[in-house]
């Protein structure tokens, strides 16, 4: 069926459109962008007070499926970005077993296609079974629909095996995702190493064990040529490094997280298993220096790693919980209470870190609010009020970092290829 999105705020900073306009959708693709557009027979769908935003996508996942679904599906995973207002996400790789092989990353195409209701990308492995020991069937994986890939969840300890792969990789054109973590400087730290972690008598793990693989990975991008894009970032001097890669012309980009912008480590005073995440919360002033990266585009991409987790597990003591926290549902509302209400970044700058950044980071296809794009579009009610409340969530994991927060802003309704998605707040499909 048609539709005409009437009289909402379009905002695409790629596009150069935020006005009050109409947009008119049929056969899943964008036809018309302006006012009083007519679409005779078309559904009319009220969009006033709303902000209408090209389709977000989060580049940095966790669906667990396969191996893992008691923690996560494809089918839950996307709900959950569907209900967070996502239009595509990217999943990586550390399964069970690890989706290293091309037959694999069929695997996982299949299942979105049965289940998914939103767009997914799949990242492969770099090494055979994240061992990084030997490279895993990169070429075969492309082939097969692997749009980039990662060893995520530990880095590529061996500097020379990162080489290597960074040189097969560059010769498919796809991009190598950095999970930056000398594990020699990191093993057995729980949270940042400083004062926090002292006082709780917690193993820190220090700053140093991000910064140093982030100054090599950059390093061996500016050698092999490849296009490297760095995870979760969490310091001050991580953007730095990338700051003045970029200045230098090195093919790099990078993701920071809501956790790591909006939350620094005196949050993880309460022991909350919740708040254990890897890289963990810095301080305050790399919680700033993240913010000012956002600012000066030297910050690709705001990504959740959403990392579901059962909660017997995360109901351990704080030492054995594994790391990680949900947030695909969170990241908009967390976004538009502590950065657009306040005023510190407008909608156009948020397409630029949640839709055509990320795009840009992992080479996936450009969507805009303009004719002969598809019709994936996000649709905000920025007033909305939500509780963040472990009833609220779509995903199988409560785990979040924000549990108990009030946050202004959520989707109402998304789009994807002209399909609800959302509709009124409630998942489709």
């Not at 560059?170 to 950095?178: G, L």
């Not at 000398?182 to 220090?206: F, K």
């Amino acid at each position: 069926m048609a539709l005409l999105l009437r009289g909402g705020r379009v905002v695409d900073a790629a596009a150069g459109i935020d006005e009050v306009l109409d947009i008119v959708i049929d056969n899943g693709v964008i036809t018309g962008v302006g006012a009083d557009l007519e679409s005779p027979g078309a559904e009319v769908v009220d969009c006033s007070e709303k902000v209408l935003l090209p389709g977000l996508v989060d580049v940095h996942v966790h669906l667990r499926e396969p191996g893992q679904e008691y923690k996560e599906t494809i089918a839950s995973g996307t709900r959950a970005a569907a209900h967070g207002g996502f239009t595509a996400v990217a999943c990586m790789p550390n399964t069970d077993p690890v989706v290293d092989s091309g037959s694999k990353v069929r695997f996982v195409v299949e299942r979105a296609e049965e289940t998914a209701v939103v767009r997914v990308y799949p990242i492969g492995a770099v090494t055979a079974g994240q061992s990084g020991e030997q490279l895993a069937e990169i070429g075969d994986m492309v082939a097969e629909g692997a749009v980039a890939f990662s060893d995520d969840g530990h880095g590529v300890g061996s500097a020379g095996m990162a080489r290597v792969a960074m040189d097969y990789i560059r010769r498919f054109d796809v991009p190598y995702v950095a999970h930056c973590e000398d594990v020699s400087l990191a093993a057995g730290g729980v949270v940042n190493e400083g004062v926090v972690s002292t006082r709780m008598g917690l193993p820190g793990q220090p700053a140093l064990a991000e910064e140093l693989h982030v100054a090599r990975e950059i390093a061996l991008a500016e050698l092999t040529g490849c296009r490297v894009h760095l995870a979760h970032l969490s310091t001050a001097a991580s953007i730095a490094l990338v700051r003045d890669a970029k200045a230098r012309g090195v093919s790099v980009t990078c993701e920071v997280t809501p956790h790591h912008l909006f939350l620094d480590e005196d949050a993880i005073v309460v022991y909350d298993t919740n708040l254990k995440m890897n890289p963990p919360l810095r301080t305050a002033a790399d919680r700033e220096a993240l913010v000012a990266g956002l600012l000066d585009g030297t910050v690709d991409a705001i990504a959740t790693d959403h990392a579901p987790h059962a909660p017997h597990e995360k109901e351990l003591e704080f030492e054995l919980a594994p790391f990680g926290t949900t947030g695909l549902e969170t990241a908009l509302s967390l976004v538009n209470t502590n950065l657009v209400a306040s005023g510190t970044i407008g909608w156009a700058e948020v397409t630029k870190v949640m839709c055509h950044g990320p795009r840009a980071s992992l080479g996936l296809p450009e969507m805009r609010l303009e004719a002969g794009y598809p019709a994936d579009i996000t649709i905000v009610d920025p007033e909305a009020r939500v509780e963040v409340t472990a009833e609220w969530f779509v995903s199988k994991a409560r785990n979040s970092a924000f549990l108990g927060s009030s946050l202004l802003g959520k989707a109402s309704d998304v789009l994807v290829g002209g399909a609800w998605a959302l509709r009124n707040g409630k998942v489709v499909g």
